[in-house]
T-cell receptor, first 112, second 115 residues
Framework: GENVEQHPSTLSVQEGDSAVIKCTYS??????FPWYKQELGKRPQLIID?????GEKKDQRIAVTLNKTAKHFSLHITETQPEDSAVYFC???????????FGRGTSLIVHP | SAVISQKPSRDICQRGTSLTIQCQVD?????MFWYRQQPGQSLTLIAT?????????ESGFVIDKFPISRPNLTFSTLTVSNMSPEDSSIYLC????????????FGPGTRLTVL
């Protein structure tokens, strides 16, 4: 089955800095990679996703990159703000399976 | 995206009892799922709730402990049976957005504490 590794487990940055979270996956059949943000006591919220036919996708201050050859994908947050503080989960899904395999999560702390 | 609600939002239960969690969606969806999230942990899939047939359980989860109902395309229940303190967790339902997108959206969760 699929295995998703996520690093780092904790990331502490100053407001305005950039943050990068990296994930690797094992199943070459995986073709959909969503990222979720979970604030304390809240539900996981989809913030960005990428499919295997695209190398990069951007939405304002967040971007995701995908390297299919190396089987890794990354979340990039620029100009971080305190409200970006949350746990971020990456996931990988094989085509047609509907079942994501989640990473263990990264706790991002943005210091004002 | 679909609007998903769960009831109850939280509960404190005694060991040996059972709790049924409800998940309601504002539109018809084919795929509904139940997850468990233990404190500080990632999301673990319990089962896929299938409309008109038995749920499909993931390894480590059994129907006797986590019976699931899916009477229609907008509603599902998860029961946590014969609870022990180890069942203390957040339970989340999710739905696949449809159209083969594979995107899942989560309900607000039910925070369960077992004493």
């Amino acid at each position: 089955g699929e295995n998703v590794e996520q690093h780092p487990s904790t990331l502490s940055v100053q407001e305005g800095d950039s943050a990068v979270i990296k994930c690797t996956y094992s199943d070459s059949a995986s073709n959909y990679f969503p990222w979720y943000k979970q604030e304390l006591g809240k539900r996981p919220q989809l913030i960005i996703d990428i499919r295997s036919n695209v190398g990069e996708k951007k939405d304002q201050r967040i971007a995701v990159t995908l390297n299919k050859t190396a089987k890794h994908f990354s979340l990039h947050i620029t100009e971080t703000q305190p409200e970006d503080s949350a746990v971020y989960f990456c996931a990988a899904i094989s085509g047609g399976s509907y079942i994501p395999t989640f990473g263990r999560g990264t706790s991002l702390i943005v210091h004002p | 995206s679909a609007v998903i609600s769960q009831k109850p939002s939280r509960d404190i239960c005694q060991r040996g009892t059972s709790l049924t969690i409800q998940c309601q969606v504002d539109s018809q969806v084919t795929m509904m799922f139940w997850y468990r999230q233990q404190p500080g942990q990632s999301l673990t899939l319990i089962a896929t709730a299938n409309q008109g047939s038995e749920a499909t359980y993931e390894s480590g989860f059994v129907i006797d402990k986590f019976p699931i109902s899916r009477p229609n395309l907008t509603f599902s229940t998860l029961t946590v049976s014969n609870m022990s303190p180890e069942d203390s967790s957040i339970y989340l339902c999710s739905v696949e957005s449809g159209g083969g997108s594979d995107t899942q959206y989560f309900g607000p969760g039910t925070r369960l504490t077992v004493l």
